[in-house]
Antibody, heavy 121, light 107 residues
């Protein structure tokens, strides 16, 4: 069974930093692109960042570009998101999502259960 | 960036009735359109992609149509487990963008 388990969320002050982790199991992690998608409380979904299988290609949403770094460790079957200079508007549940594997399509499937990041003074 | 607009924001439907959800793109996304279902307290699940291809585990009462800028998700006969929020997502152009969601609630 494919499992994605996020961790690392919590309460942080504006300007602070957090490192989110996603532990993957049940599939060959190194064979899939991976993504972070977030959802502010009561709001819709926002794609945050993507990383290719070998980390050759990395993309960020403008909203986090320059403040966040996505990375992965294929030996540890883990995905990471380092977030710096956090803002109140970064408050959200952050989901780790695998690429679906459908050719030539960036689809998010499956998703982890999410980890809540709250940025507040 | 491509803006995705969903309507209505909330759809009140009785069990057994048909639900029709709309998603509009600010520019053509060809057929590169996906739908996700999210139930309260749960992560989203991929429901449909390529505008009309159902993902694994979803029954035939879910159907999708459209291309270019106008798309529709139809649930032919709503079951209790279908009451959820549905999001569309375009994957034609980076950055990948979602609509704001349509909540399907019990009437």
């Amino acid at each position: 069974e494919v499992q994605l388990v996020e961790s690392g969320g919590g309460l942080v002050k504006p300007g602070g930093s957090l490192r989110l982790s996603c532990a993957a199991s049940g599939f060959t992690f190194s064979s899939y692109d991976m993504n972070w998608v977030r959802q502010a409380p009561g709001k819709g979904l926002e794609w945050v960042a993507s990383i290719s299988r070998s980390s050759s290609y990395i993309y960020y949403a403008d909203s986090v570009k320059g403040r966040s770094t996505i990375s992965r460790d294929n030996g540890k079957n883990s995905l990471y998101l380092q977030m710096n200079s956090l803002r109140v508007e970064d408050t959200a549940v952050y989901y780790c999502a695998r690429d679906s594997g459908v050719v030539a399509a960036t689809l998010f499937d499956p998703w982890g259960q999410g980890t809540l990041v709250t940025v507040s003074s | 960036e491509i803006v995705m607009t969903q309507s209505p924001a909330t759809l009140s439907v009785s069990p057994g009735e048909r639900a029709t959800l709309s998603c509009r793109a600010s520019q053509s996304v060809s057929s590169n359109l996906a739908w996700y279902q999210q139930k309260p307290g749960q992560a989203p699940r991929l429901l449909m992609y390529g505008a009309f291809t159902r993902a694994t585990g979803f029954p035939a009462r879910f159907s999708g149509s459209g291309s270019g800028t106008e798309f529709t998700l139809t649930i032919s006969s709503l079951q209790s487990e279908d009451f959820a929020v549905y999001y569309c997502q375009q994957y034609n152009d980076w950055p990948w963008t979602f609509g704001q969601g349509t909540k399907v609630e019990i009437k």
